[in-house]
Each structure stands twice: as C-alpha cells, then as structure tokens.
C-alpha cells in the first residue's frame, strides 16, 4: 500500500470520527492527514509528509478550529447586536421623555425614548432597555 493510500485513509477516518466527537479536533486532524496524502502523492518523501501533516494540523487547529466553533458551538440562544441590549441597563444623560432622551449604554451614547407616554426620567437615572427600535433605545425606569 502507498504512503498517499494510508495517508488518505487515516485523514478520512478521522474526518468521520468527528462526528462522533463535535469539538473540530479530529477534522483538523483528518484534514491535515488529507494535506500528508496530497504530499506523499506528489513528493514521496516521508518527512516532507509529516512535516506537511503537522504544518497544516496545527494551523487549521489554531487558526481554523476557534472561528468554526464560534459559528457551530454558539447556539441559537446567544443573542448578539441589539438582542443583546435588550434588559440591559443604562444611564439617563438628559432628560428622557416618549419623544427623546440620551442614555448611556453599553459605553455609548443612545438616543432614548420613555416607554410609557407622559413618563418624564430625570438625568442621572439608572433605566433598563425594553427594547431597540432602529437606533433607538426604549427605556424604562427602575423602581
């Protein structure tokens, strides 16, 4: 059997043992095994063959793997951008009413608005966002 042949044996059988584990490892592995393959196809040379496998392992390890599990692993219940605003709290930099307001949230300056009509906040009140309406944050007094 050639070298290419076990090479890609051993990089497919790893890429399928990924299913059973989940944490990218074993795909990394299995795809740096495929880059062995690729090299001992062309080459022939067995240490150029492992010095290509454990290039390109660690590399995808390092640079590959964390970005997948951040896409993968996250899940949907992560909320990001302005879900993530929602229920927070913030500080009332001028006077908040249902038409306009400042706070200060997240480190940023927001335009505000009071949920509720006639509900005038004073500055300097602690608030907590009910929700983002386009840049707009809609706020409520803490009791």
């Known amino acids: 059997m050639t070298a290419a042949l076990i090479w890609l044996i051993v990089g497919v059988g790893l890429v399928v043992a990924e299913v059973l584990s989940g944490d990218f490892v074993l795909l990394m592995l299995g795809l740096g095994a495929l880059f062995g393959?690729?090299?001992?196809?062309?080459?022939?040379?067995?240490?150029?063959?492992?010095?290509?496998?454990?290039?390109?392992?660690?590399?995808?390890?390092?640079?590959?793997?964390?970005?997948?599990?951040?896409?993968?692993?996250?899940?949907?219940?992560?909320?990001?951008?302005?879900?993530?605003?929602?229920?927070?709290?913030?500080?009332?930099?001028?006077?908040?009413?249902?038409?306009?307001?400042?706070?200060?949230?997240?480190g940023d300056v927001w335009s505000a608005r009071s949920i509720a009509e006639g509900h005038v906040i004073e500055p300097g009140t602690t608030v907590t966002v009910v929700e983002i309406a386009g840049a707009t944050a809609v706020v409520s007094a803490e009791p």
Request: cysteine-free.
């Open 37 to 106: 393959a690729g090299s001992a196809a062309l080459t022939g040379n067995p240490i150029i063959d492992v010095i290509v496998f454990a290039v390109a392992s660690a590399g995808l390890l390092v640079l590959a793997r964390p970005a997948l599990k951040r896409k993968f692993l996250s899940g949907p219940g992560v909320k990001t951008n302005a879900d993530a605003l929602v229920g927070a709290a913030a500080v009332t930099l001028s006077i908040v009413d249902a038409h306009s307001g400042q706070v200060k949230l997240a």
